[in-house]
Structure formats: structure tokens, C-alpha cells
């Protein structure tokens, strides 16, 4: 008697893990293909989690580490972040940023994930900010703070 391979059913986190990498690709395409988590490929997770019937012939230990790395990106699901009103240092941040690509360097030193453009989308409350998971609208929380206060920084040295 000859028994059909079953593949495995992917639970509630592994599957949140699916819908977090779906949706850090969606909203920041230009750099997914870097996107690392613990040792396997962003982009090789969700195949993983889409198609496991393709992996049947892949080695062993390349299985269990997508695993490993798809329940360790668990933590990566927060839960987002409060979105505080635009407030006036937001609105004179955006002119700045809209003129001048070279206006701060902490733009370019601090994540490679983002760009000018989440940047913008956020200074200006845009929709699309709602729609990003808490873990990128953490990161550009993060950066937005680091460019006011290299912007504050700025004006009092201009006095």
C-alpha cells in the first residue's frame, strides 16, 4: 500500500509571516531583493510558504532553515506603530525634502529599505502610510526622527 506524501500545513504565524513579506514587497519593491531575514531571502520565504510542493527535492537543510528563518521573522510582526497628526515641522521637513536630494545625510546612512519616497509619504500623512506594516512604518518613524533632529541641529547652527 503506498501512501501519498502530504505536505505541510502552515499555521497562523508562519502564514502572518507570508502576509508581512507580501506586504514589505508591495511597498518597497525597489530593495525586497536584499531583504534578509535570518539567513534566507524574503523573496525565497514566500515561495517557500506559496509553493512547498516545489521544495520537495531540495536538501534538507535548506528546508529547515527557510523554516527556521519564516517562525523567527515572527517577531518581526508589531503591531503598528500610532501615526501622530502632520504638525508644521512635518509640512517644512516635506518642502526641503522635495527640493533638495542632498539636504540631509541621514537618509542615505541609516536604512537601505526605505527612500525618499516612504519618507514623503509619511511627512505628508499620505493613505498609502496606513496600509505598511508596523515594522517598515517603524523604520520610517525612526528615520524621520533622526532628519528633523539632524534638521534642528541645522537651524541653530544657521542661528
Not at 525586497?32 to 506559496?50: H, P, T, V, W
Request: net charge negative; hydrophobic share 40%; proline share 2%.
Amino acid at each position: 500500500m503506498e501512501q501519498a506524501n502530504e505536505y505541510h500545513q502552515f499555521n497562523d504565524k508562519q502564514l502572518a509571516v507570508l502576509s508581512f513579506l507580501k506586504n514589505m514587497r508591495q511597498y518597497s519593491p525597489e530593495n525586497f531583493n536584499y531583504l534578509i531575514f535570518y539567513g534566507a531571502s524574503a523573496r525565497e520565504m514566500i515561495k517557500f510558504i506559496e509553493q512547498p510542493e516545489k521544495y520537495g527535492d531540495f536538501d534538507f537543510t535548506l528546508v529547515c532553515g527557510l523554516f527556521r528563518a519564516i517562525d523567527k521573522t515572527f517577531r518581526y510582526l508589531i503591531e503598528c506603530p500610532k501615526i501622530e497628526t502632520q504638525t508644521e515641522e512635518d509640512r517644512v521637513l516635506t518642502a526641503i525634502l522635495m527640493y533638495s536630494d542632498n539636504a540631509f545625510k541621514s537618509i542615505y546612512t541609516s536604512e537601505r529599505l526605505i527612500n525618499k519616497s516612504h519618507l514623503m509619504a509619511y511627512l505628508k500623512r499620505e493613505e498609502v502610510i496606513y496600509n505598511w506594516n508596523g515594522w517598515l512604518l517603524g523604520i520610517v518613524q525612526k528615520q524621520v526622527e533622526e532628519i528633523k533632529a539632524e534638521m534642528r541641529l541645522k537651524f541653530e547652527f544657521a542661528g
